[in-house]
């Protein structure tokens, strides 16, 4: 009897390997990854741990393997583990050893990107800020002071999965491990210096004997036995191919969409492209991992977001935002996207036997048409049929005809029928809507609290010089106050006040009064606030907020880049006062975060008035029952300025509504509040917001998606 395609699938599915309880030998030659000696075929999801919450895990690892993953991806993030030197978290979100053991209770792999440098628009890249002032420190160079507490927060890493035996090599699900990342980036800015810390970096985490390869992403020369690995949209046409022919061709980063900034519209990519450089990969470039980047982007909580970037994190991946929690098994997935590449990943998994057992021959087809036949020495034969044209083309194959659409792959599992097709659709449409469920709309339901605007006189942290502004704050607060005094000793009259800033964010104040605002923008970042000022006879108290919004993650020399403010001038009709080495007087963070009046009992104790006007450096505090049901819930924050948000006391991210795209929109209006965070009723809301925002339209709003629909 013929099996039909349908069939298949199901039996394939059905008899897929788990990963095993026991020990297992993990190793590669120049086909693929190997465990226990046999070759492996396999299709990773990035999902971060403390970009979810740990009830979601569960849901978002299951999802992920019903849509044909094999393994889950993370990176480690160091500045989360290792706040302060030596003290280590892995409490809640940081719970890496429960995420890693949700993996192997789930039958999946895991692969573990330790760097501990990640980028990953992650704030300071992932470095702790108490690096930064080690001394003599040069971050990811051959640099003594940083390879001792590179090396020893890997090796505290590696020694915790050991500890709880989630090696493969001890039974448990990881295969694979990342040092570094992405490091060719940057290695000719360290000149001499960059070669051997390369090769200081992998001798150092080969010798950790895990008992599993590991890899360098985007570095061609990354040492034997570690393999090098591709990062981009497009590894099927750019990979250079692995540097050893013992090596496998892996692909870390597949680009789901891209991540999104401040002020930038976000960056769609189809599931037909995706699948068509999958496939692509696969053929041309003998690949047998990848790993989609992301699989769940998740949420950048609290501070934890790069520079610019928004709290939403590859909100467009098969897994969306608010994708799944314990109560909600069904989910929000990216539709066509999720379903498209569960049938590829089932088409592939039909002759990934014969796959893994050669390397292809390619044959022509047309001008921009190629076959690439996988003959195994059974008599089996795969084929995947490549149209590169924008254009559809009929293909002669092995004496039948095929009609690949624009730029698609065909995949023939017995070199005979088309099972799946990269550019024909079969999943139908989602579309993701919001449904307000609770208002805020009413003033009594608000409180406030004006945030006091720091005086010279006042400030105990003095400096004859400016200082720089993430070597003031370390990163306990995005703000640092800068404040000076300047007498004026003829009648009030007009000046010019003149700012220069590296950036990110700054509110100029003189005598109290708000005077301008005025931001830089992702990669170009300094700018220039003037404008006018009225100076009164005697003393005037000029203050400056200066606001990070989130730390720089990437680039060479990253503890030598500079924010906050650089000069001030301030002008009158007679003369030009160069103010910047003068004495100046600071203030680290807000009153209100000094008395963490976000939290559920130190909001008691504040001070909180009726609502009133809107002033720029006003807090809003509100409460909320949880809305009912179990989809998850969003804070609608469109009618706010810029800050950020806490419910109870647990922040949900900063927010930035007023920085719009160049189609007039914000980049992101909606921000996820996971149902872990809420309890049935009195929830806790706090807003600080550092311009004009109206608290009386902000809505808490439910997630839901449509029932599917075929594209019209």
């Known amino acids: 009897m013929k099996m039909s395609w349908s069939v298949a699938v199901t039996l394939m599915v059905v008899m897929m390997v788990v990963v095993s309880t026991g020990r297992a030998n993990v190793s590669y030659d120049g086909r693929s990854l190997m465990i226990d ?123 915790l999965m ?62 034997d036995p570690v393999i090098n690995a591709c990062n981009g949209l497009r590894c099927g046409e750019t990979f250079t191919g692995p540097n050893s022919p013992n090596k496998p061709s892996i692909w870390t980063e597949n680009w789901t969409s891209f991540y999104q900034v401040y ?26 991992f990848i790993n989609y980047y992301m699989y769940h982007g998740g949420t950048n909580f609290g501070r934890t977001a790069a520079e610019y970037m928004i709290t939403s994190y590859y909100d467009q991946a098969p897994l969306d935002e608010y994708a799944l929690n314990e109560n909600s098994m069904t989910g929000l997935i990216r539709q066509p996207k999720w379903g498209h590449l569960k049938e590829l990943h089932e088409a592939v998994k039909l002759c990934s036997e014969t796959i893994l057992s050669v390397f292809p021959s390619m044959q022509s087809l047309g001008e921009q048409q190629e076959a690439y036949v996988f003959s195994g020495d059974s008599g089996a034969c795969a084929a ?25 792959i065909s995949i023939l599992p017995d070199c005979k029928t088309a099972a799946f097709n990269t550019a024909k659709v079969s999943t139908q449409f989602n579309t993701r809507i919001t449904i307000p469920a609770i208002k805020f709309d009413a003033a009594e339901k608000w409180e406030q609290f004006e945030e006091v605007i720091p005086q010279f006189d006042a400030i105990t942290l003095r400096s004859d010089v400016l200082l720089e502004h993430m070597n003031t704050t370390k990163d306990v607060s995005d703000y640092l106050w800068y404040t000076f005094s300047i007498q004026q000793d003829s009648m009030e009259q007009q000046s010019t006040l003149s700012v220069k800033s590296l950036g990110h964010v700054l509110h100029a104040f003189v005598n109290g009064e708000h005077v301008g605002s005025l931001h830089g923008r992702f990669r170009n970042t300094a700018f220039t606030l003037e404008g006018a000022v009225s100076l009164n006879q005697g003393t005037n108290n000029i203050s400056l907020l200066s606001a990070t919004v989130g730390l720089p993650d990437s680039g060479s020399f990253l503890e030598r880049r500079a924010l906050g403010v650089e000069s001030v001038i301030i002008e009158d009709s007679k003369e030009a006062k160069n103010i910047t080495n ?95 965070f809420l309890q049935p009723g009195d929830n806790l809301l706090v807003l600080f917001e550092e311009e004009t925002g109206n608290p009386l339209d902000i809505t808490i709003d439910t997630i839901s998606v449509t029932k599917p629909s075929l594209r019209k």
């Open 37 to 159: 000696g046999e070759r492996k075929m396999l299709f990773s999801g990035s999902i971060h741990y403390p970009r979810s919450t740990p009830d979601m895990w569960p849901s978002l690892i299951s999802k992920a393997k019903e849509g044909g993953i094999d393994v889950i991806e993370t990176y480690v993030f160091w500045n989360l583990h290792e706040p302060q030197l030596g003290q280590y978290d892995f409490s809640g979100r940081r719970d890496i050893v429960a995420f890693i053991k949700q993996i192997q209770a789930q039958g999946l792999y895991a692969c573990l990107r330790i760097g501990p440098y990640i980028e990953g628009e992650w704030t300071y890249g992932g470095f702790p800020f108490w690096l930064h002032d080690v001394p003599g420190v040069v971050f990811r160079s051959n640099n003594e002071p940083f390879k001792f507490y590179m090396q020893n927060f890997t090796t505290k890493i590696v020694n």
């Open 162 to 223: 050991k500890s709880e035996g989630l090696y493969a090599s001890q039974g448990g699900p990881i295969i694979l491990s990342q040092i570094e990342n992405e490091y060719q980036n940057v290695e000719k800015a360290f000149g001499e210096d960059g070669p051997p810390y390369v090769s200081w970096a992998a001798e150092m985490a080969v010798g950790l004997q895990t008992g599993v390869p590991w890899c360098m992403c985007k570095q061609d020369d990354a040492p």
């Open 263 to 288: 002020g930038q519209n976000a960056t769609l990519r189809s599931a037909e492209d995706m699948a068509y450089h999958v496939a692509l990969f696969i053929a041309r470039k003998n690949g047998t």
């Open 384 to 408: 995947f049929l490549v149209n590169m044209d924008n254009t559809k083309s009929v293909v002669q194959f092995q004496n039948s005809s095929y009609e690949l659409p624009r730029k698609s």
């Open 582 to 676: 003068l004495s100046w007087g600071y203030q680290v963070g807000l009153l209100g975060e000094k008395l963490q009046i976000y939290s559920l009992e130190e909001s008691k104790s504040a001070y909180w008035s009726s609502l009133g006007s809107s002033q720029p450096l006003t807090w809003y505090k509100s409460v909320f029952d949880a809305p009912k049901g179990d989809d998850p819930v969003a804070l609608n924050l469109g009618s706010m300025g810029k800050g950020e948000a806490w419910v109870n006391g647990q922040s949900i991210g900063r927010y930035w509504v007023s920085f719009r795209t160049l189609a007039g929109i914000p980049s992101q209006t909606w921000y996820n509040v996971p149902r872990s």
